[in-house]
């Protein structure tokens, strides 16, 4: 059972198209991570957020923490074919295990 | 590439058998967790090894198991194993930073298919 609830689960886009992915939970968190998988690899961190209402940008990625921090926000800006792969959310609560998403799988067409 | 590495990376086992897969942890890193990830699902959380000891356990059965070694080196042991068990393992090495969080940094994982 995943305690955190990704959407869409399936995302095809056009190369130069922006998307946004989303991360919800009805718990609240300690921090949150965003990660991309590719097939056969193994999931590899994009960025952590911490603090409610906190945005992180990595170049074309804005990263959003809700305010009350149960949820948070992806968004890819002209997306390329290189941003294709399995986007999973993973939050931390109370302990130090990470509960991930189901995960987006973006695809981005040339 | 982030140091850690997993072997073996695909195994075929057959019901009832035992399996042990390995990890090797990011250098500086104490502490292991090891997740289950089945086909189109997320990761889910099997347990930690922290300083040798676990330090927390996921849901899943006794027959799950494992070490860690002085080395922070460690294993994942499965006994009688089920065709559920089919499945991507991943290792994650970390630092307890309790400011932060832990920041995991992950294998690519053993492929087990189990027939």
Same mark, same amino acid.
């Given at each position: 059972?995943?305690?955190?609830?990704?959407?869409? &689960?399936?995302?095809?886009?056009?190369?130069?198209?922006?998307?946004?992915?989303? *991360?919800?939970?009805?718990?609240?968190f300690?921090?949150?991570?965003?990660?991309?998988?590719?097939?056969?690899?193994?999931?590899?961190?994009?960025?952590?957020?911490?603090t409610?209402?906190?945005?992180?940008?990595?170049?074309?990625?804005?990263?959003?923490?809700?305010?009350?921090?149960?949820?948070?926000?992806?968004?890819?800006?002209?997306?390329?074919?290189?941003?294709?792969?399995?986007?999973?959310?993973?939050?931390?609560?109370?302990?130090?295990?990470?509960?991930?998403g189901?995960?987006?799988?973006?695809?981005?067409?040339? | 590439?982030?140091?850690?590495? &997993?072997?073996?990376?695909?195994?075929?086992k057959?019901?009832?058998?035992?399996?042990?897969?390995?990890?090797?942890s990011?250098?500086?890193?104490?502490?292991?967790?090891?997740?289950?990830?089945?086909?189109?699902?997320?990761?889910?959380?099997?347990? &930690?090894?922290?300083?040798e000891?676990?330090?927390?356990?996921?849901?899943?059965?006794?027959?799950?198991?494992?070490?860690?070694?002085?080395?922070?080196?460690?294993?994942?042991?499965?006994?009688?194993?089920?065709?559920?068990?089919?499945?991507?393992?991943? *290792?994650?090495?970390?630092?307890?930073?309790?400011?932060?969080?832990?920041?995991?940094?992950?294998?690519?994982?053993?492929?087990?298919?189990?027939?």
């Open positions: 059972t995943q305690l955190l609830e990704q959407s869409p &689960q399936f995302l095809s886009i056009q190369e130069g198209e922006n998307l946004t992915v989303y *991360c919800n939970s009805s718990s609240v300690s921090s949150l991570q965003w990660y991309r998988q590719e097939p056969g690899e193994g999931p590899v961190l994009l960025v952590t957020v911490v409610g209402g906190e945005v992180k940008k990595l170049k074309r990625l804005t990263f959003q923490f809700g305010d009350a921090r149960k949820d948070s926000s992806l968004h890819i800006t002209a997306a390329q074919t290189g941003d294709t792969g399995l986007y999973l959310c993973a939050g931390q609560f109370n302990d130090y295990k990470l509960s991930f189901a995960g987006t799988t973006v695809t981005v067409r040339a | 590439e982030t140091g850690v590495t &997993q072997s073996p990376t695909h195994l075929i057959t019901r009832g058998q035992q399996v042990t897969l390995r990890c090797s990011q250098s500086g890193h104490n502490t292991v967790s090891w997740y289950q990830q089945a086909l189109g699902q997320g990761p889910q959380f099997i347990f &930690q090894y922290y300083r000891e676990e330090n927390g356990r996921g849901n899943f059965p006794p027959r799950f198991s494992g070490l860690q070694f002085p080395n922070y080196s460690s294993e994942l042991n499965v006994n009688a194993l089920e065709l559920d068990d089919s499945a991507l393992y991943l *290792c994650a090495s970390s630092r307890m930073d309790r400011v932060i969080g832990e920041t995991q940094y992950f294998g690519p994982g053993t492929r087990l298919l189990v027939l």
